[in-house]
């Protein structure tokens, strides 16, 4: 069965410019969840997509969005890239997280912004 | 808002030593709690949860963490460690209410001498 799959692996952007990572979760999995790992900082719950629908964001500004699509798979875009989004992105997808807690994650895409 | 603090950022023991990995959380309804491993060059897994019931929940590779609620803890312990259980290892809570987000603690990298 394969896992999450991101892509693109690394991806390099300069300031002001926007940047779409995407992922495909696990088959069967409906809901895709996107965190920030920066340095030092941990993992940073950024969207959850379940269905087709935004469920919930974290702290994060509003040129952060995504969609999920009919296939549940998802991208996420950030609009005017700062120096500090650089950083992993982390894609992770779920059957049934309210029950399990469980999470799958992908390798991530890094993102650097010069 | 939920927080999750890991004592120690970089832990560094040989082969054989006994491990304890800290955590502790904020906040002040029901968790569910967790802890992630992520090996060199492959992705983030779970090591171990706890829901409800018994307080001390075992693991994959002979992990093993203990819930004290009274100290918002679930520290991570391992008696006798191997090279292999290098890795970052990271503690997350979720609420029991399902809102898609799992927070995590900053991680705490593990290097095992042989």
């Known amino acids: 069965e394969a896992g999450v799959t991101q892509s693109p692996t690394h991806l390099i952007k300069t300031r002001g410019q926007q940047a779409t990572l995407r992922c495909s979760p696990i088959?069967?999995?409906?809901?895709v969840y996107w965190y920030q790992q920066a340095l030092g900082l941990g993992l940073q719950f950024l969207l959850w997509?379940?269905?087709?629908?935004?469920?919930n964001r974290g702290n994060f500004p509003p040129r952060f969005s995504g969609r999920q699509f009919p296939n549940y798979s998802s991208e996420l875009n950030v609009n005017a890239l700062e120096l500090e989004d650089s950083a992993l992105y982390l894609c992770?997808?779920?059957?049934?997280?309210?029950?399990?807690?469980?999470?799958?994650f992908g390798e991530g895409s890094r993102l650097t912004v010069l | 808002a939920q927080s999750v603090s890991q004592h120690n950022h970089h832990v560094i023991l040989s082969e054989a030593a006994s491990l304890e990995l800290g955590c502790n959380y904020s906040?002040?309804?029901?968790?569910?709690l967790f802890w992630y491993v992520q090996y060199p060059g492959q992705h983030l897994q779970l090591l171990l949860k706890?829901?409800?019931?018994?307080?001390l929940v075992k693991g994959i590779k002979g992990f093993e963490a203990e819930f004290i609620k009274s100290k918002f803890s679930f520290n991570l312990r391992k008696p006798s460690v191997q090279w292999s259980d290098t890795a970052e290892y990271f503690c997350a809570v979720k609420s029991s209410s399902n809102t898609g987000k799992l927070i995590f603690g900053q991680g705490t990298t593990l290097q095992v001498k042989p």
């Open positions: 706890y829901f409800s019931g018994d307080p």
């Open positions: 992770a997808s779920s059957f049934d997280f309210g029950a399990t807690g469980e999470l799958f």
């Open positions: 088959s069967g999995h409906t809901s």
């Open positions: 997509y379940d269905e087709g629908e935004e469920r």
């Open positions: 906040y002040g309804g029901t968790v569910n």
